[in-house]
């Protein structure tokens, strides 16, 4: 078990910031979601035993965050959202430093932060002040300092927020990297629906203070309807025509047509305009939902 | 090339107790630091009173010897003390590391001036608080750093000097027996060091929490430190105010006042004038001390710059009070991340 609250509660005066949270994650890749003020940073500082909750218990890695709050830190690695880098102070310094925060060894710490600049992509750059770094290098230094002690878990809050789509995709694909061929959990905080999904495996979704949904993505991204994604060879506006010719209701989303099937009827009907219009048929699947309905789903059931 | 390529090693080295995380603060606080040209040339300077030291003590060690080549330096003593000088060591060793404090404690100030404001002030600046409080560390272990920074530098200026020249005495008086006669010393000027680190570091500390602008936490640290000297000093002048608490009111007059204390340096000076006042001194009927020209409102104390018409434990509530002070603003200050954006 990567992490698990029974209970939790926690205050700030009458603001009730977490509610009675229970939640129980595997390790892998886990994506936090929830909309401003949901909790999501709350549930973060108490899972690294920042603040004292008000009731309840928990435990990340097997270890309690009421007493073991120093060994849950040294095994977590924690990328903050705001940029928290002093300057003149090199690259390949400034992740020493955070290893010898850890309990490295000087000489230990300047050569893994060496090793895991190289793995980041700052290699070229491990010597320039950390000021003349841009947001992407700067995302990605803040990444190697939260790894350079060899965390078992891995949290960011975040990550890609004001970044460049360029920056944003070697975070995620450094993050996928260390999800899904290191070895190492995530805990992956992020407004970004779409960077959720192409990092995570698993997802919780929070709303005022409380859990609303949680799973496996895949699972939680069920079949909508009797609704099917088509996608034809050539002409889809021409096939869109057929189908709506034949009494179905047809959307276009992209280059797929979102073609919802009545009762009593089958597929063979869209085999059947295809062959009727001339059209290959290249793709046929039953339409799930994305990852965003799953989100709202949750968050319009919470507020009904 | 993807950025991932060069692969990622997991470490199984081994790590530090928990006890010595706040060394790697201070251990990179001093690096900065001495980067720093005005912290250099501070700390040279902050030598020169401990080179004076040095030197003195090394003269008297041959004054001891009964090498009248440097007599001629030692005129300003009472003739009974230069007549036997090893009976006078204890006073005389007092008295000049008592100067030597003196001296460094205004190095001190300046030392701490320059290496204390970005302290605390800079991290908060630049949001850096994540940075310390979401590793394996306590605010304990994050003061401890940011002290140890501020003790590295004045032990620098403070403790190790005094060590050395007390070392250096010791090789110049060709004799053991001065260890027994200063065994006071050593002590005296390591728990001052102590003083001086707790109670103008953690202030410090303090002042550069309460700004993310360093050149502020400066100036505030400069103008309470020149404040407080220059309302002492019109609150206990004897032609004014005379007012008997006025000193307390001075940092520097209150670790002054401790010092003295630890080093006996009041009784020593009084030991040297009593000797000086049976015999004639070799100018005249001049007395020792009169050429420091102290002004005291008690007359019988006239002349001893040692000697303060309040008790000592005054100025150490002061002290202790300035350190409560601090630590509540800095606690107050530097709360854990759900107090930080």
Redesign the interface.
């Known amino acids: 078990m990567l992490f698990e609250l029974k209970g939790v509660t926690k205050s ?1 005066g009458k603001i009730k910031a977490l509610r009675d949270l229970n939640v129980s994650m595997p390790e892998g890749a886990i994506g936090l979601l929830g909309p401003n003020g949901a909790g999501k940073t ?1 549930m973060i ?1 108490t899972l ?1 035993g ?2 004292s909750i008000d009731a309840g218990e928990g435990e990340v890695l097997g270890m309690n965050i009421r007493s073991r709050r ?2 849950i ?2 095994a977590v690695g ?1 990328v ?1 959202e ?6 003149s102070v090199e690259g390949v310094e400034f992740v020493a ?2 290893g ?7 000489k ?1 710490a300047m050569q ?1 932060a060496h ?2 600049l ?4 700052l ?1 070229e750059a491990r010597y320039r002040k950390v000021e003349s770094y841009s947001t992407g290098m700067k995302q ?1 230094l803040k990444i190697a ?1 939260a ?1 350079v ?2 965390p078992r878990m891995l949290i960011l809050d975040e990550p890609t927020n004001g970044m460049d789509p360029a920056g944003r995709i ?1 975070v995620l ?2 993050a996928r ?2 999800a899904h ?2 070895g190492m959990s995530l805990l992956f905080s992020s407004h970004l629906l779409p960077d959720v999904e192409a990092v995570c495996d698993h997802v919780m979704v929070l709303g005022g203070g409380k859990l609303l949904a949680s799973g496996v993505i895949e699972d939680l991204k069920r079949t909508v309807g009797r609704q099917f994604e088509v996608r034809v060879k050539t002409d889809a506006n021409r096939f869109a025509g057929q189908l709506a010719g034949a009494g179905l209701s047809v959307q276009s989303k992209d280059d797929v047509l979102l073609v919802d099937l009545p009762e009593g009827r089958e597929t063979s009907v869209l085999w059947e305009a295809a062959r009727a219009s001339g059209e290959q048929i290249r793709l046929l699947r039953p339409r799930q939902s994305s990852l965003e309905e799953v989100f709202l789903d949750a968050i319009s059931s919470d507020r009904a | 090339m993807p950025i991932f390529d060069q692969g990622y090693q997991h470490w199984d080295g081994t790590l530090s107790g928990h006890a010595w995380r706040w060394l790697a603060i201070s251990h990179r606080g001093v690096r900065t630091q001495l980067k720093n040209r005005w912290t250099r040339m501070a700390l040279l300077l902050a030598w020169l009173p401990a080179l004076a030291l040095g030197m003195f003590l090394a003269l008297w060690g041959l004054l001891e010897q009964k090498t009248d080549d440097w007599k001629g330096l030692f005129t300003f003593l009472p003739a009974v003390v230069l007549l036997d000088p090893k009976a006078f060591r204890a006073e005389i060793w007092s008295l000049a590391f008592s100067w030597f404090l003196i001296a460094e404690t205004y190095a001190a100030m300046i030392l701490v001036v320059i290496v204390g404001p970005n302290l605390i002030s800079q991290d908060l600046r630049f949001n850096a608080m994540p940075l310390y409080l979401s590793r394996p560390l306590t605010r304990f272990d994050y003061f401890a750093g940011k002290l140890g920074t501020i003790a590295a530098f004045l032990a620098a200026v403070i403790l190790i000097p005094a060590v050395l020249t007390y070392v250096l005495g010791v090789g110049f008086s060709l004799s053991f027996k001065v260890i027994a006669d200063t065994y006071r010393i050593v002590p005296a000027c390591l728990a001052y060091g102590a003083v001086v680190v707790l109670v103008a570091g953690l202030f410090m500390l303090a002042i550069s929490s309460l700004s993310k602008n360093s050149r502020y936490v400066a100036a505030i640290w400069i103008g309470l430190w020149l404040v407080g000297s220059t309302a002492a000093g019109v609150l206990a002048d004897p032609n004014t105010l005379a007012i008997k608490w006025g000193p307390i009111v001075s940092l520097t007059n209150n670790l002054r006042r401790v010092q003295e204390v630890l080093l006996g340096t009041g009784e020593a000076f009084e030991s040297i004038r009593e000797a000086g006042e049976q015999a004639m001194s070799p100018f005249g009927r001049r007395s020792f001390g009169r050429s420091f020209g102290r002004r005291h409102a008690d007359p019988a104390m006239k002349y001893n710059p040692f000697a303060q018409d309040y008790p000592w434990q005054w100025s150490a509530y002061v002290l202790s009070g300035l350190v409560v002070l601090s630590l509540c603003i800095l606690t107050t200050r530097v709360k854990s991340l759900d107090r930080l954006r």
């Open positions: 700030y709350t500082r690294l920042l603040i120093l060994d830190r040294q924690f903050p705001d940029e928290c880098l002093f300057p430093y955070s010898e925060l850890g309990g490295m060894r000087t230990d893994r090793e895991v190289d793995y980041v992509g290699g990605r300092s790894i002690h060899d070697e694909e450094l990297d260390l061929r290191k």
